[in-house]
Structures are given as C-alpha cells and as structure tokens.
C-alpha cells in the first residue's frame, strides 16, 4: 500500500471512535504504520488548540480554559486615598431590644466579677416566620335611582380578576424582567420563604394582566425616546418559540425601551421610528440603520477600532496593513481628544484642528490602498463619511455607543437564565415590563413602589397616572 492510501486510511480510522481492534490492527501493519499514525494525531491535536475563538467572540462563548489570565491592575483597587468610604445608613428606629451575659468565664468556666461596661451592636434582619396576609374584601352593592344599576366600589389592592395582589404582581415582575431571575426560582423564593404558594402558570398570567394595564406607559416611553435630542441603538438576538428573532433596545439617559421583532432590518426600525427623527442617532454601523430617516447620526468609534483589532489578532492582514491601521487609529484617537478637549479650547482653534481631522480623513479615504482589509475599512468609511465625526459638531453626543450597549447588556443576561421566551405573547409581555423596570429605575424612582400606586389608580379610575419623570434634571 502507498504511503499515500495508507495516511488517507489512518486518517478515516484515527478519532474519539477507534476501538482496541481497529488500534491493534494498526500495530500489525508495522512500524511504518505506527509512526504515521502517531504523526497523524500529533497533527489533529495541533489544529484542535489552534482552533481559538476569535477576538470578537463574547465572553460567555468562550470556554474557560481558552480565556487568558487577567492583566494586573497598574493601581490599587477601590477609591483613592481620602475618598469617603461607601456604608449603610443607620436604622431608623430599633424594634427590639436584648441583652447578653456571660454567666461564667468561657475560657476556665470561673466565676466572673460584674462589671459596668457595656458596647450595644445594631443588626438588621428579615423576621423569622413571614406570612402572606389574606384579605377579605367585603364589596357592598347599591342601589341609584338615577343610573337605575347597582353600583360597587373597586378594590385598588389587586388587579380586576386576580387573587394575588399588587404588590405580589410588581416585585414578582421585577425580580423576573428587572434582575434576571427565573420563574423556578421565583417560586421557590415565594413557597419556602415568603409562604405565598405560587405556581409558573399563574405567574405567566398574572405578568400579562400586568403588561395590559401597563401598555400606556410603554407607548408614552417610545414617544418619548422620539423626542430625545440623542438616541442610542442596538440589537441583539432572541429566541421565541424556538425561533431567532431580535430583541431591539433604543436608549437615552432617561428610558430604555425594549422591542422583540421577527427582522433585523428596515420593518422593524420603521416598527419604532413612525416618523422622521429630528434628533442624533448613534448606532454601530449595522447597514439597516441607513434606513432611519434622521437628522444626525454618529457611528460607533469603538466599532471601529475594534475591527482594526480583529484584523491584527485574527485575520492577519497583508503587508500594507500596519501602515492603515496605524493612521486610521491615529485619526481616531486624536478626533477622541479633540473631542475632550473642546470646552477649553478658543473657537478658532477648535475649529482649525476640526478641519484637519476631516482632511486627513478624506486624504486616507482617498488613498489606494492595497490590503483588501483596509479596502473593506475604507468603504465602509466612505459610505459613513459624514456619520463618523458627528460628535465634534454637536454637544451631547458621544463618539461611542456604549449607552446601547449597556441598556442590551442585562437583556442577554436574562436570556441566557431563561433561554427567551416560549410564545410571541410571551415575547410581548417581556419587551413591556423590562422597558418599565429599567426606564423607572434610570429615573431614580423605586420600581417596586411606583408601580403599585400606580396599578391602584389605574384599578380605582381606569386610567394610568402620568409617567414619572426623572427625579433631578442631572439624571
């Protein structure tokens, strides 16, 4: 047999599959064999720990044993000297009190001499036994001569048809939409330490009669988020009914507001932008964002230094590479400190280096360059010329996209404990309730409070309150 047949042979037998007999048959066809098959495996467990994940692979993608050791911080961790230390506040008021004393020495068990001194500790802890409290509700019914009906009052502690309260209903949803957490662990946190039995299937219920009653406000948070001088825009994927489609987050430092939609494209942005958006949009430079009709936009800059980090790290570009790639992130970073620098500096000067970054700009777009790396950078740019320095030309907008990404960061986190949602209602529920957790909390008001009062009002007159606004104008 050639050494040809007999390395392709080998090659077919040598796996996680290979038997005792198929190995001993490969002794008997002699050294020559042997050594090949040898070679073989060295070669296959080569190419086994070459196959790294690229750069760009997020984290949770990454097997641990891939991951590489953190670089040590150049400074000491926690606030600088003279910071004030971060602690709780003290109790209110104390409910209880006890004391304690030794009745001999613990040491050699003698007797002890009493003293006056004393030192008190202050621990706060949930009290043992915590019971639900069960409420009859005894509704009278009247007579009015004027509608001729009888008439009733509404009971605001529970929405109409649900036996579990509000308050259940609003921390149940927070804990789920808000922090990530299951709905097995919620039962369980529920049956064994709370004593309120609850089950999945009236939860998912109780979530929905939540989300209608909630809806004005999910709608006022889109209007809102049109008005926004800046708008930050991200995307993610998300599973629904075992099916990918895309959860959208749309920010500012005021609202998040979530949307899950079947397309990653032009339908589901023209779904939130109803109208011509008069403000500036940030956004990475995913194609279907060209479709907004806006008056500014500003692409992400980390986006784009990232792509240069891909290369060096990953793709390997050509010859020509370094050369690009050391003048496009010099024009980044200067724009970037140009950019930090512009409150202090005098007009004309501002505006003099403004101009130079937008002609060195031109002058690398311009330039013919060889590596087919940087002419997929270079098109991208040129298509995004008038979007890449937008951040110089108009106050508040950052050069970044970080605040969209943040606002998909706990969205993933959920996703990934949950495995997204089982139906489209499902899906519905979840874009509703994570846009009203998240935007109250940015707002600086208690989820949890806000929107119980909130469900009293809506239960007692039909009507929702206003949306709470932002508590201090430098939130």
């Known amino acids: 047999m050639s050494a040809i047949c007999m390395e392709a042979d080998l090659d077919e037998l040598l796996g996680p599959s290979l038997t005792e007999e198929q190995a001993r048959t490969i002794y008997r066809r002699g050294e020559e064999a042997v050594v090949l098959a040898f070679l073989i495996m060295a070669r296959k467990l080569a190419a086994l720990s070459a196959n790294k994940p690229p750069p760009t692979a997020p984290s949770g993608m990454v097997p641990g044993y891939q991951k590489p050791a953190t670089r040590t911080r150049n400074k000491k961790s926690g606030g600088k000297p003279g910071h004030e230390g971060h602690h709780r506040a003290p109790p209110a008021r104390i409910d209880q009190r006890r004391e304690h004393r030794l ?13 006056a001194g004393t030192r008190t500790r202050l621990i706060e802890d949930i009290p043992q036994g915590i019971t639900p409290v069960v409420t009859e509700h005894t509704i009278h019914r009247d007579w009015c001569p ?46 064994y330490h709370l004593q309120l039995k609850l089950t999945r299937g009236g939860l998912v219920n109780l ?18 988020a049109m008005k926004s001088a800046v708008l930050h825009a991200d995307e993610t994927s998300w599973r629904v009914s075992g099916k990918t489609q895309w959860l959208w987050a749309f920010a500012n430092r005021d609202l ?6 079947r397309s990653r494209g032009e339908p589901a942005l023209l779904r939130f932008f109803v109208e011509e958006f008069q403000g500036t949009l940030v956004s990475d430079f995913w194609g279907a964002y060209n479709a907004v009709v806006c008056a500014a936009r500003q692409g992400c800059l980390v986006h784009l230094l990232r792509d240069l980090h891909t290369v060096e790290h990953y793709n390997k570009g050509g010859p020509h590479w370094p050369k690009f790639a050391k003048k496009l992130r010099r024009l980044v970073g200067d724009a970037i400190r140009l950019g930090q620098q512009k409150a202090g500096l005098p007009a004309e000067n501002f505006d003099s280096r403004r ?15 060889r590596d087919a790396q940087a002419k997929r950078l270079i098109k991208r740019m040129r298509r995004h010329r008038a979007h890449l320095f937008t951040f110089l030309d108009k106050s508040g907008v950052p050069f970044d996209n970080n605040l969209a990404e943040r606002a998909v960061r706990p969205a993933v986190i959920i996703r990934k404990n949950s495995y997204a949602n089982h139906s489209q209602q499902g899906a519905d529920v979840q874009a509703v ?18 929107i119980t009062q909130a469900l009293a009002t809506y239960v007692t007159t039909g009507k929702l309150p206003p949306l709470p606004q932002p508590t201090t104008s430098e939130h």
């Open 103 to 115: 009745p001999c020495c613990p040491d050699c068990q003698g007797r002890l001499k009493r003293c």
């Open 146 to 191: 004027q509608c001729k009906k009888l008439v009733e009052p509404k009971v605001p502690d529970a929405l109409p048809g649900a036996t579990l309260g509000n308050r259940t209903a609003v921390m149940t949803g927070w804990m789920h939409y808000g922090l990530g957490n299951t709905i097995s662990q919620i039962v369980d946190v529920f049956n």
């Open 207 to 224: 979530w929905r009669r939540l989300q209608d009653a909630l809806f004005p406000w999910y709608e006022q948070i889109q209007t809102e």
């Open 256 to 261: 998040t507001y979530y949307m899950i939609d």
């Open 355 to 369: 101009q130079r970054i937008g002609e060195r700009l031109d002058e690398l777009i311009a330039t013919k360059w």
């Open 433 to 450: 309730l994570m846009t009203l957790y998240r935007t109250l909390n940015q707002r600086g008001h208690n989820p949890l409070q806000t």
